[in-house]
């Protein structure tokens, strides 16, 4: 049974870079046919989409978000991250991380953290 | 990418049945059997409940079916239970290979 467990800070800057991690237990990193995603709520609102990393490294990210997002892996924490720069108050949301067994991406995401809220002010 | 469209809320009674649209367009729900549904239950992380238009996971009550019609992805829930309130997401597979979500709809069962 897959795990999955976000972290980072609860509170950042306008204009700066946040950082989180999201650690698998049950599962690896680089385990075949997997995509692990990230994906964001802001406060009384829906779910977006931030992108997805393979096992293999590719990356898919929305397109909306794509010049500000990096998402990568460490295989030998069996981590993965997410990266979002030049950060605003819209940035502000719980973030979750979320994973899918496919062959290819489709969005059908089984196993998700608990979510960490990150807040954005100065 | 924008959003896929869905009501903003749905209600019904207990033992009755509903059904929640998700509207996209040919690039991504029209153009893909890649549509799933996921139920948020506050402070809550999504759980997925439906897969591939009407694929259902393991754990997932019957009573949970979807289905699709050009653009526009539904899904419905027979037999309502008072733990079936919650917020209700689609999701699509696009065209740009990326992931968009549906607006939510807020299920309230009277």
């Known amino acids: 049974q897959l795990q999955l467990q976000e972290s980072g800070p609860g509170l950042v800057k306008p204009s700066e870079t946040l950082s989180l991690t999201c650690t698998v237990s049950g599962g690896s990193v680089s385990s075949t046919g997997y995509y692990w995603g990230w994906i964001r709520q802001p406060p009384g609102m829906g779910l977006e989409y931030i992108g997805t990393?393979?096992?293999?490294?590719?990356?898919s990210y929305n397109p909306s978000l794509k010049s500000r997002v990096t998402i990568s892996k460490d295989t030998s924490k069996n981590q993965f991250s997410l990266r979002l720069s030049s950060l605003t108050a819209a940035d502000t949301a719980v973030y979750y991380c979320?994973?899918?067994?496919?062959?290819?991406?489709?969005?059908?995401?089984?196993?998700w953290g608990q979510g960490t809220l990150v807040t954005v002010s100065s | 990418q924008s959003a896929l469209t869905q009501p903003a809320s749905v209600s019904g009674s207990p033992g009755q049945s509903i059904t929640i649209s998700c509207t996209g367009t040919?690039?991504?729900?029209?153009?893909?059997?890649?549509v799933s549904w996921f139920q948020q239950h506050p402070g809550k992380a999504p759980k997925l409940m439906i897969y591939?238009?009407?694929k259902r996971p393991s754990g997932v009550s019957n009573r949970f079916s979807g289905s699709k019609s050009a653009n526009t992805a539904s899904l419905t829930i027979s037999g309502l239970q008072a733990d079936d309130e919650a917020d209700y997401y689609c999701?699509?597979?696009?065209?740009?290979?990326?992931?968009?979500f549906g607006g939510g709809t807020t299920l309230t069962v009277l």
């Open positions: 990393i393979y096992y293999t490294g590719s990356t």
């Open positions: 979320a994973t899918e067994e496919a062959l290819f991406l489709t969005g059908a995401m089984d196993s």
């Open positions: 591939d238009v009407s």
């Open positions: 999701s699509s597979y696009t065209s740009s290979t990326t992931v968009v």
């Open positions: 040919s690039s991504d729900v029209g153009g893909y059997n890649y």
